[in-house]
């Protein structure tokens, strides 16, 4: 285990409700990723860092916004939920080397209802 | 963009088979390529990984080699395992790092 907690693992909401995971990491490891996964699209990417307080938008960014206050915790928020949002979302780390893998924590799956 | 497209499954297998799940992508420059498995209810795991043309990945039997001729990266066991059983995600990394992934081919393998 390469030292990744998501939180909570299992989540349900309403639509139009904020909702926030928690990615925690213990390696010190410099990037952290936010990917969901829904079947016939593999993994896509919503948002990354590469520090603290530096972020950027994946390819579905839209109605989600996150933060990065210390190393460790990456935070997805999900300002006002919908349904299309209903997926499991995948937290991932990098070391900084360049040909470095992705190891990614155990996922949380959100259901919207 | 970079792009990944992987046979699509489901994929059901008997016990030492041979298996063989298709990756072809679509990248500027030479990517590095990775395959992931998924078992149920985890994350996913990096199977194995080639960084440049004519190099070969291979870790638990599992076997793929970077041909860029094909702008392929085929995943292959020679015979599988009930263990094997898993949802397995082909990936490149382009030149802005970031990993792009096919849509998951789902393997079953029966006893």
């Known amino acids: 285990d390469a030292g990744i907690t998501q939180s909570p693992r299992h989540k349900v909401t309403e639509t139009g409700t904020p909702v926030t995971l928690r990615c925690h990491q213990t390696?010190?490891?410099?990037?952290m990723y936010w990917y969901r996964q829904d079947p016939g699209h593999g993994l896509r990417l919503i948002h990354y860092s590469y520090g603290v307080k530096d972020t950027d938008k994946g390819e579905v960014s839209d109605g989600y916004s996150v933060s990065r206050s210390k190393t460790e915790d990456f935070l997805l928020t999900l300002e006002s939920a919908t349904s299309s949002q209903t997926s499991v979302y995948f937290c991932?780390?990098?070391?900084?080397?360049?040909?470095?893998?992705?190891?990614f924590g155990n996922g949380t799956r959100l259901t919207v209802t | 963009g970079d792009s990944v497209t992987q046979m699509e499954g489901p994929v059901t297998l008997s016990e030492e088979a041979f298996l063989t799940i298709n990756c072809t992508y679509t990248?500027?420059?030479?990517?590095?390529l990775f395959w992931y498995v998924q078992y149920p209810g985890e994350g996913l795991q990096l199977l194995l990984k080639a960084t440049k043309a004519d190099d070969k990945g291979s870790n638990k039997g599992f076997e793929a080699t970077y041909r860029k001729e094909t702008t392929s990266f085929h995943l292959e066991k020679g015979s599988v395992q009930v263990s094997d059983s898993a949802v397995y995600f082909c990936?490149?990394?382009?030149?802005?790092?970031?990993?792009?992934f096919g849509a998951g081919t789902t393997v079953t393998v029966r006893a």
């Open positions: 990248a500027t420059g030479y990517p590095s």
């Open positions: 390696e010190n490891h410099r990037y």
């Open positions: 991932a780390i990098k070391e900084d080397s360049n040909n470095s893998p992705l190891h």
């Open positions: 990936a490149l990394r382009g030149l802005d790092y970031k990993l792009s």
